[in-house]
């Protein structure tokens, strides 16, 4: 049994739930860099924007879902050029408190011109 976390303020781009919460853990859809209410990429600050807004839709996901970004446990990390990688690790070193989540990565294709898309589980607080 799960519950789908969902929300006007949710970006969702296809069919599927934004996140669903099973047991003591929440499972986020990849949440690419793009406002959740126009659906735009970040018009200024280049990829360094674009990731910080993907992590900012996971946050606010994770929000809904009664944890954040201090309880993820996993990341996958969807990007489209490898040039990025220094950058979503200087990112991911700046927002994710230490030790950080364990992450797995992939050179992808995204829809829509997009460059990051991120995806997590995270553990919710006081669930065990």
Do not use: K, W
Not at 23 to 28: A, M, Q, R, S, T
Not at 61 to 75: I, K, M, S
Not at 85 to 92: E, L, M, R, S, T
Not at 99 to 118: E, F, N
């Amino acid at each position: 049994m799960y519950e789908v976390i969902s929300g006007d303020d949710l970006p969702v781009l296809g069919p599927y739930s934004p996140a669903v919460r099973a047991g003591g853990l929440v499972f986020v859809s990849a949440q690419a860099g793009i406002d959740p209410f126009t659906g735009d990429a970040p018009a200024t600050g280049g990829f360094d924007a674009e990731c910080r807004q993907a992590i900012a839709n996971l946050a606010r996901v994770l929000g809904r879902a009664g944890t954040d970004l201090r309880h993820v446990v996993r990341t996958t990390v969807f990007y489209a050029d490898l040039a990025d990688v220094p950058v979503i690790n200087a990112v991911f070193a700046d927002v994710f408190p230490s030790p950080p989540p364990a992450r797995s990565s992939a050179l992808v294709g995204l829809p829509g011109g997009r460059r990051i898309a991120i995806d997590a589980i995270a553990a919710i607080p006081d669930s065990a």
